[in-house]
T-cell receptor
Framework: DQQVKQNSPSLSVQEGRISILNCDYT??????FLWYKKYPAEGPTFLIS?????DKNEDGRFTVFLNKSAKHLSLHIVPSQPGDSAVYFC????????????FGTGTRLLVSP | DAGITQSPRHKVTETGTPVTLRCHQT?????MYWYRQDPGHGLRLIHY???????DKGEVSDGYSVSRSKTEDFLLTLESATSSQTSVYFC?????????FGPGTRLTVL
């Protein structure tokens, strides 16, 4: 039972264009969402997050959108750069007093020059 | 840099042997986690700790045990390794709503 789903295993984008990575969840108790980026042979690194009380959060080239009614969130990268090529994981947690993350299966982004 | 190191970084072992992976943190974070990453599954939580000697099971805890005798160290033990435990193992700590991951240990069980 996959509570957090990333239905696109891969995405290819040209440098300078927008990358849109999608994530769906089924657990209505999730109230905090995060995106992690992972390069080969390294651990995931935190990218951006959003609380369920918001519908948008921006950090430089990265914007996360949350649609609670659709149980859907997306990560927009504008403009995309070759260095953004990595695997992106969506994660979610409930407000239980400490953080227990549920991860999606990841989307591999390839940004070509 | 969250100050997390994992050892060993790579290990090859045989079925039925015990294996212990170590996670060490320098940030004095209370919460620590062990995940495994497998193709098609993302990262799945094995065990976590919310303080010294306080641990609990995650989603895929069968065949694994953990110990935390000091704030800075969190050990993951495979009592009798099986081929299904071939994976990349990540340790993480948490500060607020963010988790910080170590570099990972690639374990191969033959």
């Amino acid at each position: 039972d996959q509570q957090v789903k990333q239905n696109s295993p891969s995405l290819s984008v040209q440098e300078g264009r927008i990358s849109i990575l999608n994530c769906d969840y089924t657990n209505s108790m999730f109230d905090y969402f995060l995106w992690y980026k992972k390069y080969p042979a390294e651990g995931p690194t935190f990218l951006i997050s959003i609380s369920s009380i918001k519908d948008k959060n921006e950090d430089g080239r990265f914007t996360v959108f949350l649609n609670k009614s659709a149980k859907h969130l997306s990560l927009h990268i504008v403009p995309s750069q070759p260095g953004d090529s990595a695997v992106y994981f969506c994660a979610a947690s409930e407000n239980t007093g400490f953080q227990k993350l549920v991860f999606g299966t990841g989307t591999r982004l390839l940004v070509s020059p | 840099d969250a100050g997390i190191t994992q050892s060993p970084r790579h290990k090859v072992t045989e079925t039925g042997t015990p294996v212990t992976l170590r996670c060490h943190q320098t940030e004095n974070h209370r919460y620590m986690y062990w995940y495994r990453q497998d193709p098609g599954h993302g990262l799945r939580l094995i065990h976590y700790s919310y303080g010294v000697k306080d641990t609990d099971k995650g989603e895929v805890s069968d065949g694994y045990s953990v110990s935390r005798s000091k704030t800075e160290d969190f050990l993951l033990t495979l009592e009798s390794a099986t081929s299904s435990q071939t994976s990349v193992y990540f340790c993480a700590t948490a500060r607020g709503n963010e988790q910080f991951f170590g570099p990972g240990t690639r374990l191969t069980v033959l």
